[in-house]
C-alpha cells in the first residue's frame, strides 16, 4: 500500500533537485582514492607538493589572490578543482590549458573583476558566481562547452545579448548573482536566456525588490529566486518582474528562498502565480511583517498541485486568524505543506476540499484539529508530527469523516492510550499508521485502525503486547523499536505480520517458537537487545538456524548475549550449551541410568569379590576392637600366650596332629588350637581373634581344604589385617598340597595375594627332605619370648 502513495509523496519534492544533482554529479564520479582537501588551511598559494595523481582538489576557505600556469600544470590528471571563499581578483583561463580532463571549477565567492578567455572544451560545472563582474563573464570560447551543465555568474549589470555565445548550449542550472545589480530608476534592461532548465537568482539580501529586468528564457522548468524583500509599494515591481519569467508554458516548478513581505503582498502573490502553469510553488524561510488582515482571494482554476512553505517567521503579533487560515485551508489543490511555523490551528474547508495531501509538521496544533470536520473527503495523507497532540482517542475520532485516509503520521508528539474505556473510533480506510516518539503504552493495541497494513510504534513506552488486542488480521509491517518489550509478540493477533522491527527493546529470552507463529516472516530486525545466554534462548539461537540469513536483519553483529556476565558480548550465533546440561527430564533420565549402572556394577563386583563377606569380616573386627577399648588401660599392654595360633582345615587335622603339634611342643614351643584354647560362650570370631592375638605367629596349614574351608579364612583374613595393624611379621604359610590358582575362589583374593607375595614352606613328600622342612620352622621361632600363663605366670 506504500508503494502506491508513493507517486504523489514524491511528486511533491523540488523536481529542481533533480536537475541540481544531475548536473554537478561530476565531482562525487570519481571517488575519493585520489582527493585532497586543502580547505580552510590558511593558505596564500597553491602548495607546490600536491601528489601528480590528484583528481579532486578542494582549495576553499582560504587566502589564495592569485593562480599560475606553474600551479596547475603538473596536475595533469585533476577533475574536481574548489576554489571558492579566496581573494583572487584575475582569472587567466589559460593557467588551465595543462588540465585538460578539468570538468568541475568552483570559483565563486571571490573578489573576481576580469576574465581573460582561452579555448577550454572540458568544463561541465564552472561557477564564477558572487564575483565583482561588472558585466556577466562571458567568453566566446564558452560556445565550445557543449557538456556543460552549470554555469554561475555575477553581474552589476545586463545586456540582452550577453548570453548569445551560449545560446545554442543546453544547461541544466544557470546560478545568477544579481545581488550587486544597480540601475538608474525608470530605465529597463533585459537578457535572454535561450535554453536553460533551471533558473536561479539571487538578490541583495537587505534592500527592497527594485529590480527592473525583463529576463526571457526559454524551456525553462525550475525557477529559483532568493532574498526577496516586499511591501505593499514594490509588490507590484516583483509581480512585473515575475510576469516574463512565468510566461513560458514549461515552468514547473517555482521556489522563493529568504523572503520577507506583507500579508497582502504574499496573497497577491499567489493570487498571480494561480492561473500560471506553475504546478509545484515553495516558499522556504518566509517573514510575514505589518499586519495580517482579511484578504479577498479567487480561487480560479489552477494547474498548481502542491504548495510547500517551511518556516515561517510571524512578527505580526495581532491578527485574525481566520484570515490567515482560511486563505490555505480553501486552496483548491492537492497537496499542502506547511511546516515549522508558529500556526496554532488550521480551519476546516467549508465545501468539500481537493486535498489529498496535508503535511503539517512542526507546528503547534493541538487535539482539537480538524475536529468534526466533514469536507477532507479527498485527503489520502495527514502529517501532524511534531505538534501538540495529546490524546489517541481524539485523533481517531479526527479521521471518522476522512473515508479516503490512507496515510497518517501523527510522530514526535505527547500521545497517550486509554485515557476513555469505550472503544476507539477509527476510519477503516487507513493502512499506513505512524504513531512514533509518543507516550504509549500496551493499552495502545487496543486502539488501532482495524485494516491497518503498516504500523509504526517505535520510541513509546510499551513493555508487551496484551493477549486479547484487536485482530489486525491485515497488518504486515510493525516497528516497535525502542520501547521495553521482553519477548517477541507473536503472530496470533497479526496473521499477515511479515516485517518486524523489534530491536533496542528489554528482550532476554524470545520465544523459540516465534518463526513457527509467524510463518509469513520475510524480514525481522531485533538486534541490540539484552540477550541472557541460558538454556531459554538456546532453541530460539536454533530456530534461527533454519531461517534465511536475508531474514534475520543485523545477525549475526548485533545480537550479543549481556547475561551472564561470562558470556557478555558473545555473539548467539558462537553461544552453545548441551542437551544435557538444559533438558531437565533427559538430564535426570541420564543420572538415573547412570546410577542405575553405577548400583549394578557395583552389586556384581560386590557378588564377584565376596564384599559382604568382606563387610561381615570388618564389622566383627570393629566390634571386639571397640570392646577392647573398654578395658582398662593397664590391661591394655599386648600379653602373648602363646607361641602359635595354628589355622587348618578339619580334613587336614591328622597331619597336624601327628606331625605338626608333636614336633613344635617337642621344641617347647606352646600352640593355640581352636579345639581346646576356644574360650566357651565366645563367639568363633571372637575367639580367633583373641587366639590370634595372644600368639606370637599364626601359621596356616594351606591345602585345597584350606581352601574350601570358610573358617579358615575368616583366620586368614584377621591374621593378615593383624599384620598390618600391629606392623609386625607374624604369618607362617605351610602349603601341605600345591593349590592350583584356578581353585582359589575369586573371593579369596587375599589368599591369592598372599601365595603371591610372600615365602611359604611346602611339606616335603620325601621324608629325605624334611629335616630342611624342621630346620625353617625352627628359625621362624627363633626369639626368646617371654609367655603370659592365663594365671599371670611367667614362662620362657
Known amino acids: 500500500m506504500t508503494k502506491d502513495k508513493e507517486p504523489i509523496v514524491k511528486s511533491f519534492h523540488f523536481v529542481c533537485l533533480m536537475i541540481i544533482i544531475v548536473g554537478t554529479r561530476i565531482h562525487f564520479s570519481d571517488g575519493n582514492e585520489f582527493a585532497v582537501d586543502k580547505s580552510k588551511r590558511g593558505l596564500i598559494h597553491v602548495p607546490k607538493d600536491l601528489p601528480l595523481k590528484t583528481k579532486v582538489l578542494d582549495m576553499s576557505q582560504n587566502y589564495i589572490a592569485e593562480l599560475q600556469v606553474s600551479d596547475m600544470s603538473f596536475l595533469s590528471e585533476l577533475k574536481v578543482l574548489r576554489l571558492s571563499h579566496n581573494r583572487i581578483q584575475l582569472l587567466d583561463l589559460s593557467v588551465f590549458k595543462f588540465n585538460q580532463d578539468l570538468e568541475y571549477l568552483d570559483l565563486s565567492h571571490n573578489q573576481l573583476q576580469k576574465i581573460s578567455c582561452h579555448p577550454i572544451v572540458s568544463f561541465r560545472h564552472l561557477d564564477l558566481s558572487f564575483n565583482d563582474f561588472k558585466a556577466l563573464p562571458i567568453c566566446k570560447e564558452f560556445g565550445n562547452l557543449s557538456q556543460l551543465n552549470f554555469l554561475g555568474l555575477s553581474a552589476m549589470k545586463l545586456q540582452k545579448l550577453d548570453l548569445l555565445p551560449i545560446a545554442h548550449l543546453h544547461l541544466s542550472y544557470i546560478l545568477l548573482d544579481l545581488r550587486n545589480y544597480y540601475i538608474k530608476e525608470n530605465e529597463t534592461e533585459s537578457l535572454q536566456i535561450l535554453n536553460a532548465k533551471t533558473l536561479h537568482l539571487v538578490f541583495h539580501p537587505t534592500s527592497l525588490f527594485a529590480i527592473q529586468v525583463n529576463i526571457s528564457v526559454n524551456t525553462l522548468g525550475c525557477l529559483q529566486l532568493t532574498n526577496i524583500k516586499l511591501n505593499d509599494d514594490n509588490c ?106 508558529p500556526f496554532i490551528h488550521m480551519l476546516c474547508p467549508h465545501a468539500p476540499s481537493t486535498f489529498k495531501f496535508l503535511n503539517f509538521t512542526q507546528n503547534v496544533f493541538t487535539d482539537s484539529i480538524f475536529e468534526k470536520c466533514s469536507t477532507l473527503v479527498k485527503l489520502e495523507t495527514l502529517i501532524l508530527q511534531k505538534n501538540g497532540l495529546k490524546d489517541l482517542f481524539k485523533v481517531g475520532l479526527m479521521t471518522k469523516d476522512m473515508p479516503s485516509l490512507e496515510i497518517l503520521d501523527v510522530s514526535w508528539n505527547s500521545l497517550e492510550s486509554g485515557r476513555h474505556k469505550e472503544n476507539c473510533t477509527w476510519v477503516e480506510s487507513i493502512v499506513v499508521l505512524n504513531l512514533s516518539s509518543n507516550m504509549l503504552t500496551d493499552s495502545v493495541f487496543r486502539c488501532l485502525p482495524p485494516r491497518i497494513k503498516v504500523l509504526d510504534l517505535h520510541s513509546n513506552k510499551i513493555k508487551s503486547v496484551p493477549k486479547q488486542v484487536i485482530k489486525l488480521k491485515a497488518l504486515q509491517e510493525l516497528n516497535v523499536a525502542f520501547n521495553s518489550l521482553t519477548d517477541l509478540p507473536g503472530c496470533g493477533s497479526f496473521s499477515s505480520l511479515s516485517v518486524l522491527i523489534i530491536d533496542h527493546n528489554s528482550v532476554s529470552h524470545p520465544s523459540a517458537d516465534f518463526f513457527q507463529s509467524c510463518q509469513k516472516m520475510r524480514s525481522i530486525k531485533a538486534g541490540d537487545n539484552p540477550f541472557q545466554c541460558t538454556c531459554e534462548l538456546r532453541q530460539f539461537v536454533k530456530s534461527i538456524d533454519q531461517v534465511s540469513s536475508e531474514v534475520l536483519e543485523g545477525w549475526p ?36 541410568a547412570t546410577m542405575l549402572v553405577l548400583a549394578v556394577t557395583v552389586t556384581s ?112 583374613y584377621f591374621a593378615h589385617h593383624n599384620l598390618f595393624h600391629e ?50 620352622i625352627r628359625a621362624a621361632f627363633n626369639m626368646k619370648l617371654t609367655l603370659v600363663t592365663e594365671n599371670n605366670d611367667v614362662k620362657s
Open 557 to 592: 553483529d548485533s545480537y550479543k548475549c549481556d547475561y551472564p556476565e561470562s558470556y557478555r558480548g558473545t555473539p548467539l550465533k558462537d553461544f552453545h550449551m548441551s542437551e544435557l546440561s538444559c533438558n531437565i527430564t533427559l538430564l535426570i533420565i541420564t543420572i538415573g
Open 727 to 776: 606392623g609386625s611379621n607374624n604369618l607362617i604359610l605351610i602349603l601341605l598340597e600345591p593349590i592350583p590358582q584356578n581353585s582359589i575362589p575369586n573371593k579369596y583374593h587375599k589368599l591369592k595375594a598372599l601365595m603371591m607375595q610372600r615365602t611359604y614352606l611346602q611339606w616335603p613328600k620325601e621324608k629325605s627332605k624334611r629335616g630342611l622342612f624342621w630346620a625353617n
Open 236 to 341: 507590484q515591481v516583483f509581480i512585473k518582474f515575475l510576469s516574463e519569467l512565468t510566461r513560458g508554458p514549461t515552468l514547473l516548478n517555482f521556489t522563493l528562498n529568504h523572503i520577507e513581505t506583507t500579508w497582502k503582498c504574499l496573497v497577491r502573490v499567489f493570487q498571480f502565480l494561480w492561473p500560471k502553469p506553475v504546478e509545484y510553488l515553495n516558499i522556504y524561510n518566509l517573514t510575514i511583517i505589518e499586519s495580517i488582515h482579511e484578504e479577498e482571494f479567487t480561487y480560479s482554476k489552477t494547474t498548481l498541485k502542491a504548495l510547500k512553505i517551511e518556516h515561517i517567521t510571524n512578527k505580526v503579533f495581532l491578527f485574525s486568524q481566520t484570515a490567515l487560515y482560511t486563505v490555505f485551508s480553501e486552496m483548491n489543490i492537492m497537496m499542502l505543506t506547511i511546516s515549522d511555523t
Open 605 to 716: 563386583l560386590c557378588i564377584y569379590l565376596d564384599l559382604p563377606w568382606y563387610l561381615r569380616m570388618v564389622c566383627q573386627w570393629t566390634q571386639t576392637r571397640r570392646r577392647a577399648r573398654n578395658i582398662p588401660l593397664e590391661e591394655l599392654q599386648r600379653n602373648l600366650q602363646f607361641h602359635a595360633f595354628i589355622s587348618y582345615s578339619e580334613h587336614d587335622s591328622a597331619w597336624v596332629k601327628t606331625e605338626l603339634v608333636p614336633y613344635l611342643e617337642k621344641e617347647d614351643i606352646q600352640i593355640c588350637l581352636h579345639e581346646r584354647n576356644f574360650v566357651p560362650g565366645k563367639s568363633i570370631v571372637e575367639n580367633i581373634i583373641n587366639c590370634i592375638e595372644k600368639s606370637y605367629k599364626s601359621i596356616f596349614v594351606l591345602s585345597p581344604n584350606f581352601v574350601q574351608s570358610e573358617w579358615c579364612h575368616y583366620e586368614l
